[in-house]
Nanobody
Framework: QVQLVESGGGLVQAGGSLRLSCAAS????????MGWFRQAPGKEREFVAG????????YYADSVKGRFTISRDNAKNTVYLQMNSLKPEDTAVYYC?????????????????WGQGTQVTVSS
């Protein structure tokens, strides 16, 4: 079992930046693949970014590639999502997810654990 707590969301103007953090507690953090998803009102939860256990491989949705960066600090049990050049369409609740497997899945049902989410609102 692992518990996830997101922070860092807020209101930002288009073109601005935010950094989300997800602190994990429970079992060994380095044993989990980590990811970020988001869900806008009326839409399904969608994959944003994922990072393998060692941090050596990262994956991104096409919509955020080149603007968002996922990273992890296994010593601090934390995964980050640096979001630059934010757009109004990035507005959503952002969720941190953990998976005990090796793959980085874009389907939310494949992930084992979820945080409570943090709201990101980008104004135009």
């Amino acid at each position: 079992q692992v518990q996830l707590v997101e922070s860092g969301g807020g209101l930002v103007q288009a073109g601005g930046s935010l950094r989300l953090s997800c602190a994990a507690s429970g079992r060994t953090f380095s044993g989990y693949t980590m990811g970020w998803f988001r869900q806008a009102p009326g839409k399904e939860r969608e994959f944003v970014a994922g990072i393998r256990r060692s941090g050596g491989n990262t994956y991104y949705a096409d919509s955020v590639k080149g603007r968002f960066t996922i990273s992890r600090d296994n010593a601090k049990n934390t995964v980050y999502l640096q979001m630059n050049s934010l757009k109004p369409e990035d507005t959503a609740v952002y969720y941190c997810a953990a998976d005990a497997g090796l793959g980085v899945y874009t389907i939310s049902s494949r992930w084992d654990y979820w945080g409570q989410g943090t709201q990101v609102t980008v104004s135009s």
